[in-house]
């Protein structure tokens, strides 16, 4: 395991070397300027190697002298000063937090260093990509808002936290799970479930289907912050859990299902340290409701925005199996979209007495 | 301390006397009907003797036999019924589970029960507000998005849960914090501090300001969920905490302190279950800029929709006090809101290490 310490020592010696190279460029009487990845759309690919959505190898220069680049090499410069200022403080920050901290008027201008949020936050994805670094190792904390509980045991400061001990509520999944920041002391589950909805995570914790099941169960709320995304990378891949995803059958949570597993386009420059290719999707799919005989007053019609959204996920090269293909055929065909909580319908512990270990005993997953 | 089978017995009893009189009519032969208050604006007051926002005692009939209220009388009757089972199956579902569940073609016609959510849910209010139960008392789990650390110790089920070695996830406020399903076992705390926002939640954890500091840290994430207000009002009442309240300086973070503090409309017939008319205001106030400081910069002008609202919460009977008068004629006046993370212009831990700990030494907190 590294310790906090050996690691802020290395970020900062490639926090201080980005300075020293500009440094070196003045002194040598060149106009300075500082290599950083492209992160648009034609850098972006799906990476079959790794499984991962990746970012190419274009880079481009941001030159003090071009005036169209002064102000923002001037805003790269204060934001990795101002990094490197907080991890000697030993602390973390929100993003919003950052740009706060930078903003001001240039003594004997009238002009600002940022003028919004909108300004500071691209630059923190440069320093990312550029240094490859993830942001929670620049001492930025995400958002997080995942919720987990399970047979595992973590460290986490000074504190042994037993996930088996939380009660109704669970385990509020803190924003950096970096190993330096949070050690998994002890796990015994045999698979890891991840939940897209809230409500739905809380019937499972409530029937404590994590122990009569062994499991680790975690839901993200939605859209999976970067820290219960790590974390799901870390037990499979440190522990090598199968990681199962339990999703509402329309694009949108399979799309949610898509980026636990191969990643995001927007944060393209740290998926091969967050994705989890093995994830694979448990359901619910169009498939289960002749399968498991759900009435289909409880089905949805597909309305405008669900088929656009399903033609591109036809098109993503990661959805590109037969499988998929297949699935969103048969979502195509039927016009239909369907809720986890309309499982309910079938009784209000169908989806942990029955679905669940029904999907998970015949295996019937999607890749 | 109340048990839940016993809590459980009450709650039955008030849905079967409601089903018993409507079998009663009929038998008398009578066309059935049932009593409902009147949840609309006009019944709705600010109590100056509790201090929370109530419904009044007016009152409506849902009649079977007028036929513009027979599909609201039969699915009032079918939640009350399926809110029973619910209780008998010593479980508790999201309100969306609830309509899922109720939601069926009415055999031998074209007609289902529901056609969507906003049919269910409205008879949810109706029945909490004429039984006079909680929602949480019905089994009906609300979304809860809040964190809490601090000295405090509770036990959740068999779960006996330290909230002081909850690393730096913090512990997941659950949907039901009912004393009979959370009990506060020993805490050693001077005052609740309530943070409007998550990340700001999270620099007062990693400074371990519940510890330096003695007291208890809790966030809603925005908008405070139920259960975050109910935890909050039993510390409170229970514990004689203070409560006090840390939001943006703009008119929203203050509606969210007049929310926990003296309720909503839209809940107004639970307000008493939930408010905490003692919570004070502790900032940020527009005065903090000239009091600490704060450089002109890090202020954002106000919009049109802010001004809009600040004339709005400027009307309300629960802030005519002279204070909040004064507080915001100033934001008019200096035409400025701020937000929390603004602060952190004047260090990163100056909110934990000077904002916060001079407030509360001093006393200045708004009513």
Redesign the interface.
């Known amino acids: 395991m590294v310790d906090t310490k050996t690691k802020d020592k290395e970020v900062i010696k490639k926090l201080e070397n980005l300075g020293e190279n500009v440094l070196k460029q003045i002194n040598a009487g060149e106009g300075p300027q500082v290599q950083l990845p492209v992160r648009s759309l034609g850098n972006i690919y799906f990476d079959n190697k790794s499984k991962t959505i990746k970012l190419g190898d274009k880079t481009s220069e941001r030159q003090f002298l071009n005036i169209a680049h002064t102000r923002k090499f001037m805003q790269t410069m204060l934001v990795a000063n101002e990094i490197k200022k907080?991890i000697h403080?030993n602390?973390?920050?929100?993003i919003?937090?950052?740009?706060?901290?930078l903003?001001?008027?240039i003594e004997g201008t009238q002009e600002?260093t940022f003028e919004d949020q909108g300004e500071s936050d691209p630059l923190i994805e440069d320093l990312e990509a550029s240094l490859n670094l993830l942001r929670e190792e620049l001492h930025l904390?995400a958002?997080?808002?995942g919720?987990i509980a399970g047979p595992m045991v973590?460290?986490?400061?000074n504190?042994?936290?037993d996930l088996t001990?939380?009660?109704?509520?669970?385990?509020?999944?803190?924003?950096?799970v970096e190993e330096d920041?949070?050690t998994i002391k002890d796990i015994s589950a045999d698979y890891v479930l991840f939940i897209e909805k809230?409500?739905v995570w809380?019937?499972f914790n409530?029937?404590k289907f994590w122990q009569k099941n062994n499991c680790i169960i975690i839901t993200g709320?939605g859209q999976a912050a970067r820290g219960e995304r790590r974390l799901v990378q870390r037990l499979n891949r440190e522990h090598k859990l199968p990681i199962y995803s339990l999703m509402d059958a329309d694009p949108w949570g399979m799309y949610i299902y898509s980026v636990i597993k191969q990643g995001s386009i927007s944060l393209s420059y740290s998926e091969e340290k967050l994705a989890t290719p093995e994830t694979q999707y448990i359901g619910l799919t169009v498939g289960d409701v002749a399968k498991f005989k759900i009435?289909k007053?409880?089905t949805i019609k597909l309305n405008q925005l669900d088929i656009k959204r399903l033609d591109e996920l036809k098109s993503y090269e990661w959805f590109k199996h037969k499988k998929w293909q297949a699935e969103f055929d048969l979502m195509k065909e039927k016009n239909i979209k369907m809720?986890l909580?309309?499982?309910?319908?079938k009784g209000?512990?169908f989806i942990t007495e029955e679905y669940l270990p029904q999907k998970i005993k015949s295996g019937d997953f999607l890749p």
Chains 1, 2 share one sequence.
Do not use: C, F
């Open positions: 907080v403080q602390a973390t920050v929100s919003r937090d950052l740009y706060y901290a903003k001001h008027t600002n904390a958002s997080a808002k919720i973590v460290k986490d400061g504190d042994t936290i001990k939380m009660g109704s509520g669970g385990w509020s999944v803190p924003s950096n920041r949070v809230d409500a809380r019937r409530e029937d709320r009435p007053e409880v809720e909580e309309a499982l309910s319908k209000i512990r």
